[in-house]
């Protein structure tokens, strides 16, 4: 059982690149979430999922965009990368969302935008 | 929006006991987690506590005061292997999980 797997685990981009940040669970959990961890600043929010065919904004959404056609996958774009979304991106999933859900973290991605 | 306060650092002698003690203020509460990450690796889950008190898992240990918004884990018998990150995490009143900055512990010999 590989549990979240993410892809790429490094990337360097040029500013203004698209860029899809992979992620993939095969737990079954219902719940998908997307964070950056940025250096004194912790972990944040930036989209999530609380099932298939439904997301929602965290609380650093702004030049990201994510879908969810599956329950295994929820994928992260950049549309047009900055050098401030230079960061760690770690995918993460639970089983509902809400309640006593624990939530679990992939590996992460290490994005620089220069 | 939400604030969670904990130390920045802290250091300790192996085989000690260190306390990291988490503040916060919330919309709402909905449990509070503690999680632990090694530099370059993903956080892992440590402990949950929705009701006051004190819960304990082995070496570790997490207390909660819902009405002093106040939190603590307890690491034991410090190993090196300790030495990490330690993440408290806030569920909020939209069971959202806001994080704080983190904890670094350092073990030495």
């Known amino acids: 059982i590989a549990g979240i797997t993410q892809a790429p685990t490094s990337q360097i981009l040029a500013a203004g690149r698209r860029m899809t940040l992979r992620c993939t669970q095969d737990?079954?959990?219902?719940?998908m979430y997307w964070y950056r961890q940025d250096l004194g600043l912790g972990l944040r929010l930036i989209h999530y999922?609380?099932?298939?065919?439904?997301?929602g904004k965290g609380e650093v959404p702004d030049g990201y965009s994510v879908s969810r056609a599956n329950t295994d996958d929820f994928p992260l774009t950049l549309a047009s990368a900055v050098p401030s979304q230079t960061s760690v991106y770690f995918c993460?999933?639970?089983?509902?969302?809400?309640?006593?859900?624990?939530?679990?973290f992939g590996p992460g991605t290490r994005l620089t935008v220069l | 929006g939400q604030n969670i306060d904990q130390p920045t650092e802290m250091t300790a002698t192996e085989g000690a006991i260190v306390q990291i003690n988490c503040t916060y203020q919330?919309?709402?509460?909905?449990?509070l987690f503690w999680y632990q990450q090694h530099a370059g690796e993903a956080p892992t889950f440590l402990s949950y506590n929705v009701l006051d008190g004190l819960e304990e898992k082995g070496r570790f240990s997490s207390f909660l005061s819902r009405s002093k918004g106040y939190s603590y884990l307890l690491l034991k018998e410090l190993q090196m292997k300790d030495s990490a990150s330690y993440l408290c995490?806030?569920?909020?009143?939209?069971?959202?999980?806001?994080f704080g900055a983190g904890t670094t512990v350092t073990v030495r010999a």
């Open positions: 993460a999933s639970s089983e509902e969302g809400g309640g006593t859900d624990t939530q679990y």
């Open positions: 919330t919309s709402g509460f909905n449990g």
């Open positions: 995490a806030v569920r909020d009143g939209d069971y959202k999980l806001s």
């Open positions: 999922s609380n099932t298939a065919g439904t997301t």
């Open positions: 737990m079954r959990h219902n719940a």
